[in-house]
């Protein structure tokens, strides 16, 4: 079991940065990937960014050139800079981690994040 917990989200106005950060039971080198979903009302989840055990890093479109995500080992943490934000980036951030124990996918409980224009 991994649990997983997010912090930093608020309200920020457009063109504002934000620091997401997700803390895990267990060290994040041992799940094979971790990452970044978000969910605005009324759509569907969607991934944001993910990096994988060995360091590499997929962003979706929207996220390339405005947000990066990175780790810090020995916090068992994963971060999620974003800058220049929107107010179509206003959603719920929610962590994500597979395992590599049955492939197991876990969730935090979430984050919202809200950019006002």
């Known amino acids: 079991q991994v649990h997983l917990v997010e912090s930093g989200g608020g309200l920020v106005q457009a063109g504002g940065s934000l620091t997401l950060s997700c803390a895990a039971s267990t060290s994040i080198f041992n799940l094979n990937v971790m990452g970044w979903y978000r969910q605005a009302p009324g759509k569907q989840r969607e991934l944001v960014a993910a990096?994988?055990?060995?360091?590499?890093?997929d962003y979706v479109d929207f996220a390339k050139g405005r947000f990066t995500i990175s780790r810090e080992g020995a916090k068992n943490t994963v971060v999620l800079q974003m800058n220049s934000l929107k107010p179509e980036d206003t959603a719920v951030y929610y962590c994500?981690?597979?395992?590599?124990?049955?492939?197991?996918?876990?969730w935090g409980p979430g984050t919202q994040v809200t950019v006002s224009s």
């Open positions: 990096i994988m055990r060995g360091g590499s890093t």
């Open positions: 994500y981690a597979k395992s590599p124990v049955y492939l197991s996918d876990y």
